[in-house]
């Protein structure tokens, strides 16, 4: 029985063979629409979400499987101290796969350990959020036709952002990638991360304005200030707002490049900025069904 916690959980081979069956999904959905006839997925949500969780249900409805979940620890047996290794035991015996979102760094991991079934980490804390990176990783290789050679701006809360570690992380196998990483000092991408690029000789480059790297970028990765992971408001307030990417900006970037966010946004992206051809975040939620649908079929070992 396999898991998913962290990118690197799949080889790029393998990775290839998902993101070839994600896009015959997309070509071809209704050979698939039967797939997970008879099968449950359960959506564990401790923690708030609308696309992951939805996209999940939508993943698994088009498969034509059933879900079952709760959408925040409130409503769940968490409130009564109940721990995530007896939730899942529990869950084993309802479900046929589960996808876990916690707050808690890790606690995907700790719930794997006592599972009967596929645990799919949604997202723990600021650490990783795989399925998230699997979306990424699909946009890019279907809307620019390769995976390496490029250079990638990764911009706004680096340190809290658990969608940009993962995507680093994600990204260090490919070859010939250059990392801009584009943030205000205080919300840098973490010590680890830069430690890891040094050690493998993957070329980054820190930087303040986004203005000064626009031009060199082939995709900019847009983030949200993580506002729930700040501890006091008036940093949030102060930062929130530092980086608004507008048409005056687009101007300055290459005709080919790809805007990506993994959303929801709040105001680093101005609306006006959707109808240019280079925003790829609305097409990127698409894919994010595809590969999850792709990423379903491979942990329950069911071939179409
Ligand atoms: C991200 C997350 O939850 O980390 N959202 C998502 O899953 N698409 C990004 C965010 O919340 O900023």
């Given at each position: 029985m396999r898991h998913l916690m962290s990118p690197l959980d799949f080889s790029t081979e393998e990775l290839e063979e998902?993101?070839?069956?994600?896009?015959?999904?997309?070509?071809?959905?209704?050979?698939?629409?039967?797939?997970?006839?008879?099968?449950?997925?359960?959506?564990?949500?401790?923690?708030?979400s609308t696309r992951t969780r939805l996209s999940f249900e939508s993943a698994m409805t088009r498969l034509g499987g059933r879900v079952i979940g709760f959408s925040d620890a409130a409503s769940s047996s968490a409130s009564k101290g109940e721990s995530v290794s007896d939730t899942i035991r529990i869950i084993s015996c309802y479900a046929d796969i589960c996808a876990m979102?916690?707050?808690?760094?890790?606690?995907?991991?700790?719930?794997?350990?006592?599972?009967?079934?596929?645990?799919?980490?949604?997202?723990?804390?600021?650490?990783?959020?795989?399925?998230?990176?699997?979306?990424?990783?699909?946009?890019?290789?279907s809307l620019k036709g390769r995976l390496g050679a490029f250079t990638i701006g990764l911009c706004g809360d680096l340190k809290f952002g658990r969608t940009v570690h993962s995507l680093i992380n994600?990204?260090?196998?490919?070859?010939?990638?250059?990392?801009?990483?584009?943030?205000?000092?205080?919300?840098?991408?973490?010590?680890?991360?830069?430690?890891?690029?040094?050690?493998?000789?993957?070329?980054?480059?820190?930087?303040?304005r986004l203005e000064d790297v626009m031009p060199r970028l082939d995709l900019l990765y847009m983030t949200r200030v993580q506002k729930e992971r700040f501890f006091n408001e008036e940093d949030y307030v102060r930062l929130k707002d530092f980086y608004i990417l507008n048409s005056e900006k687009m101007e300055l970037?290459?005709?080919?490049?790809?805007?990506?966010?993994?959303?929801?946004?709040?105001?680093?992206?101005?609306?006006?900025?959707?109808?240019?051809?280079?925003?790829?975040?609305?097409?990127?939620?698409?894919?994010?069904?595809?590969?999850?649908?792709?990423?379903?079929?491979t942990l329950l070992n069911i071939t179409v």
């Open positions: 998902l993101f070839d069956l994600a896009n015959d999904i997309e070509q071809n959905p209704e050979k698939y629409a039967h797939a997970c006839n008879g099968r449950i997925l359960a959506t564990c949500f401790y923690e708030p979102r916690h707050p808690k760094e890790g606690a995907p991991m700790v719930a794997a350990e006592k599972s009967g079934i596929p645990v799919i980490n949604a997202g723990d804390g600021g650490h990783q959020h795989p399925t998230q990176t699997l979306t990424d990783l699909l946009t890019i290789r994600a990204l260090t196998r490919y070859n010939d990638i250059r990392f801009l990483f584009i943030s205000p000092e205080e919300l840098r991408v973490p010590d680890y991360i830069t430690d890891m690029l040094r050690d493998k000789e993957i070329p980054y480059e820190e930087v303040i970037a290459r005709n080919d490049m790809l805007i990506l966010h993994p959303l929801p946004r709040v105001n680093e992206i101005s609306v006006e900025v959707d109808d240019d051809p280079r925003a790829a975040y609305f097409k990127q939620a698409r894919y994010g069904v595809y590969v999850r649908m792709a990423l379903i079929l």
